[in-house]
């Protein structure tokens, strides 16, 4: 039975990790073949992908473990370059999977696409135009991309939003309309706008207005995913603070977020800490899904925090998630990356729902870690500790060298590039 329980994975090397996840079977030989490749992203494969290419840019990629979410297993890939955050999330996950694992659920996945339409005579009398052709509209979208259609997708929803209706000037006011759109397993950019530019033309000629902007939203607020977790705090203890003291200080935290804009911004970025790496490591679009998540943080009128932490009714800590997520398990560079096809075996998802779910629940956890070091002994402690050895390697360690340098900075407390030279100039006399 697969688990993402591996007591000692994190001691061990690269080589044994690989050899470890090859025997639990949960990598392909092909697979495994660009794990252990030089260049798993060819220069061929990149010069296709975008323009002007001069090489690659490797990223480490890092296991998340211990994930249990929905009572299934889930190895996470996550491709960061920040240290600590890997080890925070699996501390976090191993916590919560004592205590029952994460709960996800999800929307459908339903992206919007934009039309803006400009320099109508009478923009009311355009606006009902446009409401009353919302079948033959829909029906138009989803003949320019039957084959979604085919896979039980397909646009199923239209409206139109007036803008700055008071104004004036033929610059504000416009009509917006939304097609929503069904985009099964892809994220759907391309699909939605190949729709929305189909009808721009019908939208003409119904409006007798100039379409300009045909284009996806990046607020897919129809296409949400949920984690949640509860949490007794016995599980939440830490040299020298109780579980309560933890709780109500992850509580207060949450609070501070919520109605701080500075702080929620850094709140915020420790949640995308655990979801980017994953969008990242999936070959999905980590801008769309930044872009909308941080959106979506100020959907009530001011910017404030993604997460949620509160206190039930038996003293738990509740923690709690939902962002857009607009990624897919197909489409983009990700059957064309070969780590994203990797990382997608390695996380053995049905569906792009089940993969947006499993991203919330891990930002969910390193929100948690984030909190839980700052309400107890500070980040630096564990992070620098942590950093101690990219310290090492920036000031020229190698191979034993880096991990020796970096225990004698954590014990003379002094972790920097300064003083890991001065190391390493006394172990080359
Ligand atoms: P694609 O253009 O690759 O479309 C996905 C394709 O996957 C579909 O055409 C479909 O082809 C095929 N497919 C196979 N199986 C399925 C399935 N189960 N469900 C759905 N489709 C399936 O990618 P997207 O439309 O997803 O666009 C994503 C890309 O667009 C990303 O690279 C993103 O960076 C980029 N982008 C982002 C923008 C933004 O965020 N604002 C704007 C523009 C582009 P078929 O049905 O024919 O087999």
Redesign the pocket.
């Not at 397993?185 to 391309?190: K, R």
């Not at 197909?330 to 560079?333: F, K």
């Given at each position: 039975m697969k688990t993402s329980r591996i007591p000692g994975f994190y001691n061990m090397d690269v080589e044994e990790r690989r050899q470890l996840l090859q025997k639990m079977n949960v990598v392909s030989d092909e697979h495994a073949d660009y794990l252990f490749s030089k260049e798993p992203l060819s220069l061929d494969t990149a010069d296709h992908m975008v323009e002007n290419v001069i090489g690659t840019f490797p990223l480490p990629l890092g296991l998340g473990l211990n994930f249990l979410i929905n009572n299934k297993e889930y190895i996470v890939p996550m491709a960061i370059e920040e240290p600590s955050v890997v080890a925070s999330a699996s501390h976090i996950a191993k916590i919560v999977r004592t205590a029952g694992g994460f709960k996800t659920e999800a929307t459908d996945r339903v992206m919007i696409g934009q039309i803006q339409v400009v320099g109508c005579e009478d923009m009311t009398a355009a606006k009902d135009a446009l409401l009353s052709a919302r079948d033959e509209l829909i029906a138009a979208a989803n003949e320019a991309y039957p084959?979604?259609v085919k896979?039980g997708?397909g646009a199923e929803d239209f409206d139109v939003r007036l803008l700055n209706a008071s104004s004036d000037s033929p610059y504000t006011q416009m009509l917006i309309a939304h097609i929503y759109v069904n985009?099964?397993?892809?994220?759907?950019?391309?699909?939605?706008?190949t729709m929305v530019e189909s009808l721009a033309p019908s939208v003409e000629s119904i409006t007798k207005g100039k379409v300009y902007l045909r284009?996806?939203s990046?607020l897919p607020d129809r296409c949400l995913a949920r984690a949640k977790c509860v949490i007794p705090p016995s599980l939440l203890a830490s040299e020298g603070f109780s579980g309560e003291e933890v709780r109500d200080g992850v509580v207060l935290a949450y609070e501070f977020a919520d109605s701080d804009p500075y702080r929620a911004v850094t709140h915020n970025k420790g949640t995308m800490n655990g979801i980017d790496p994953v969008v990242i490591a999936t070959g999905n679009?980590w801008?769309?899904v930044e872009a909308g998540a941080h959106a979506y943080a100020a959907r009530h009128g001011h910017y404030g925090s993604m997460t949620k932490w509160s206190v039930d009714q038996d003293g738990n800590l509740v923690g709690e998630l939902e962002l857009p997520m607009?990624v897919?398990t197909?489409?983009?560079?990700i059957n064309v990356h070969p780590m994203s096809k990797l990382s997608l075996e390695l996380l053995d998802v049905e569906s792009a729902s089940e993969l947006g779910q499993v991203m919330v629940a891990v930002g969910l956890a390193q929100n948690l870690g984030a909190l839980k070091a700052l309400v107890t002994e500070g980040i630096q402690k564990g992070h620098m500790a942590l950093h101690s050895r990219s310290v090492a390697v920036a000031a020229g360690a190698t191979g034993e060298m880096v991990d020796m340098i970096s225990k004698q900075m954590i014990e003379a407390e002094d972790i920097r590039v300064g003083k890991a030279q001065q190391l390493l100039e006394v172990y080359k006399r």
């Open positions: 084959s979604l896979r997708g985009t099964c397993d892809a994220m759907g950019a391309n699909i939605v706008n284009i996806l990046n679009d801008r769309a607009s897919g197909v489409g983009g560079s």
